[in-house]
């Protein structure tokens, strides 16, 4: 919204302050402070020089503070305005207070280093934590800035102005800084009623990205610190493609979009006053998809050689990725990498196009050698990486561990722990980074993470014959277009256009039974669009040239999210591609991914309906046991047979009969407190799937509920007894008026 300054001085003073404002049009004398005084200074701190007024003195070059060699560089729009120097010195002072003596009416200005209050000088300060005072005050933040220039080390601060209208002839109370040693003392300013200064101009960033297709909205907030009420407002484009302002040019806050498509833009808005004082702020836009770019945020390698055996630690600060013979020993490493994507998470946009960088430090010279990349499932993914061993390491066969100098291949995985095979790729040749093709399964791995942090799994097949190192951040060049060292997760954040989430998920196996395929559509691009898909399947891998990618038709415009298949075409040890594309009727069309799955032999889903219970002793009547009713649901394909059901006990403080144990449902009769883990495997003779139940037995209900990690004290329940009863009121009465031993002052 657009103030002028009579907007603000008319709601402090009223009548007759109109007038006088009106009277004093086109004024060229600045002088208006008369005086200052200082209170509560700190000897031998901030006393050693007293604040000086300087008559219409704030130009470059001046002096700024009385106890620094200081000088203004950018005095800009204040330019020739009354200031007080004030002391540097002054900033650690908790007590200051400043007495600023006014001979009339006008705005005073408070001049606030950038830093204060978040260390940030190329953003306003935050003043609300370490100078309230300001805006309980009446100071309101302005678009004027001024730089303090340091001979000494050639660098320049800037400060931000807040202003606080002045009715008349007065004295104005001014306090504390106090924030850190590196910041400089606020200075005080004034201009007299009837000075015109150029409007100011605030909420117009400097710089701002946007996806293409959409818009940047603008919320300018101007305010007109002189005489003239009839100021005038101009939107241009002074380079890139076509861009519209909405509603129009001209108006305070705009909405701007871009048809010009994908590219670097420069647009500015004048502002100019009645006498002509103008303002001018410039936004370079970059209209592009954001993209991010992250080193690993931790690491750890897990060996299977004489050098890093199944049962040592990682090295303290290297875990690369080897698969390298040095004449001595076999070097054959699997390596875990988190990164922490909490940061580059936005509500309505997803992780598109990721990929990964890396280069080779040793090795590889001669050969062809291979890296597959799998996500520690997210219940499994808070190990702590520093000590991790082979024995304990997730996505990999504990149980036994692996002899030592044995190879490395896919049946070392353990599947329960990890992803669908997320990224491969050819390792590079020795100190070439290598951008790896972009992983649509990577991206879902990433957008169904809900704890902002993963850890992938690096690992190869190849005999160590094909050596090779791919260097932890601690040992790896840096790369020169992020500046980051290691594995790089490379990628974009943006708004999908595009189907997201197959069901079934990307590179899995799935039964010939498999009824139907369902993905997430993308939101409309804006209000009135309507979002159709065509859905493609078949067993070639697709034509990207064709419409049809010269698989299947099995639906053309439909308005769901979700398409049968037809019964009887999916058969056994076979290979399936799919695609959905998106037609949005306003912003057209967006291809699929190609995702794929498999009837080879899908693993059996085990399903527990309670993946973990806390029961206690009496729960069903005894008071010397607990009884556990454990129901689970398994699914399969049964190829290349009828799956087998076997549950074992795998932890308890004591064994526990299971009879039958060759079932699904089962009921457990415990007769000890303490934790109890079984789990449940289907075995189709091929592969096996499992599920683990926890079952925690208590004493009593409120300690198995004190057990869940969920629970929560009810905070009258002053005895934690899970009840709020008599006894926590005896409690508190017990403790009424008691001081807490470590206060030193008496209880009032």
Not at 17 to 27: D, E, F, H, K, R
Not at 232 to 251: A, H
Not at 414 to 428: G, H, M, Q, R, Y
Request: glycine share 8%.
């Amino acid at each position: 919204m657009m103030k002028s300054k009579w907007v603000v001085f008319t709601m402090v003073s009223l009548g007759l302050w109109v007038l006088i404002q009106t009277a004093s049009a086109g004024i060229t004398d600045p002088n208006i402070i008369t005086g200052v005084v200082r209170y509560n200074c700190v000897p031998d701190v901030s006393c050693d020089t007293d604040p000086v007024v300087v008559n219409g003195g704030l130009v470059n070059g001046a002096l700024t503070h009385v106890d620094r060699t200081f000088v203004f560089r950018d005095a800009n729009d204040l330019a020739g305005i009354d200031f007080v120097q004030t002391a540097v010195d002054d900033k650690a002072n908790s007590a200051l207070q400043m007495d600023v003596t006014v001979s009339k009416a006008g705005t005073l200005f408070l001049l606030i280093d950038n830093r204060v209050g978040d260390g940030n000088g190329a953003n306003p300060p935050t003043i609300g934590s370490v100078m309230n005072w300001v805006l309980t005050n009446g100071f309101v933040q302005t678009g004027y800035t001024v730089g303090v220039f340091n001979p000494s080390d050639s660098t320049t601060v800037y400060m931000t102005a807040y202003a606080k209208p002045i009715s008349g002839a007065g004295t104005i109370s001014l306090y504390e800084q106090n924030d850190g040693t590196t910041r400089i003392t606020y200075l005080i300013a004034a201009i007299p009623a009837g000075w015109n200064l150029p409007p100011s101009v605030m909420g117009v960033p400097a710089s701002a990205q946007v996806e293409p297709g959409k818009t940047l909205a603008i919320d300018a907030t101007i305010t007109d610190y002189g005489q003239n009420t009839n100021t005038t407002i101009l939107w241009e484009k002074v380079s890139g493609g076509d861009v519209v302002f909405s509603p129009n040019n001209t108006s305070e806050d705009v909405s701007v979009s871009f048809p010009g498509g994908a590219g670097n833009y420069t647009l500015q808005v004048t502002v100019t006053d009645g006498e002509g004082k103008k303002t001018v702020k410039t936004v370079q836009v970059a209209v592009q998809i954001k993209s991010y770019a992250l080193a690993a945020a931790d690491h750890c390698e897990i060996g299977n050689d004489s050098n890093q055996g199944p049962s040592s630690s990682r090295k303290a600060t290297i875990s690369d990725v080897k698969n390298f013979n040095d004449g001595s020993a076999q070097r054959r490493r699997v390596c875990y990498y988190r990164y922490n994507i909490a940061d580059q998470k936005e509500a309505g946009k997803v992780f598109a196009n990721s990929y990964l960088m890396l280069n080779v430090d040793k090795g590889n010279l001669y050969t062809t050698s291979h890296v597959y990349v799998y996500g520690i499932k997210e219940e499994y993914d808070n190990f702590t990486l520093q000590g991790t061993t082979w024995s304990t390491a997730p996505g990999v066969d504990n149980a036994p561990v692996p002899p030592l100098n044995s190879a490395i291949t896919i049946d070392t995985l353990d599947p329960e722990d990890i992803s669908p095979l997320l990224a491969a790729f050819t390792v590079p040749t020795l100190d070439i980074w290598l951008s790896t093709a972009k992983f649509p399964a990577l991206d879902e791995f990433l957008n169904s993470d809900t704890d902002g942090s993963v850890v992938l799994m690096f690992i190869t097949y190849d005999p160590e014959s094909c050596g090779f190192e791919i260097c932890s951040p601690s040992h790896s060049r840096t790369e020169t277009e992020t500046g980051l060292k290691g594995i790089i997760l490379r990628g974009n954040v943006a708004t999908p256009t595009w189907a997201t989430k197959p069901n079934p998920a990307n590179n899995t196996s799935q039964s010939t039974r498999l009824a139907q395929l369902s993905w997430t559509n993308p939101a409309p691009s804006q209000e009135g669009a309507v979002i159709t898909c065509d859905v493609f399947l078949g067993t070639t891998e697709p034509n990207l040239l064709a419409p049809d990618y010269g698989l299947t038709t099995l639906a053309t415009g439909i308005s769901g999210n979700s398409v049968a298949i037809p019964s009887g075409m999916l058969q056994v040890n076979t290979t399936y591609y799919w695609v959905v594309d998106v037609h949005d009727s306003i912003a057209g069309t967006t291809r699929g991914f190609v995702w794929t799955f498999n009837t080879n032999n899908m693993i059996p889903l085990v399903e527990l309906e309670k993946p973990s219970q806390y029961i206690w002793l009496g729960n069903a009547g005894d008071p010397a046991t607990a009884t556990a009713v454990i129901n689970t649901t398994v699914t399969d394909d049964d190829f290349p047979q009828p799956y087998t059901l076997l549950w074992e006990q795998l932890s308890g403080p004591v064994t526990v009969p299971i009879v039958p144990n060759n079932v699904e449902d089962i009921t457990l009769v415990l007769p000890q407190t303490g934790t109890y883990v079984f789990r449940l495997s289907a075995d189709d003779g091929s592969v096996i799937g499992s599920a683990s139940t926890l079952i925690y037995v208590g004493t009593s209900p409120c300690n198995a509920a004190q057990a869940k990690p969920t629970y929560v004290q009810i905070p009258a329940d002053i005895n934690n007894d899970c009840f709020v009863d008599m006894a926590d009121l005896a409690e508190f009465v017990s403790r009424w008026l008691e001081c807490n031993a470590s206060m030193e002052a008496p209880c009032r």
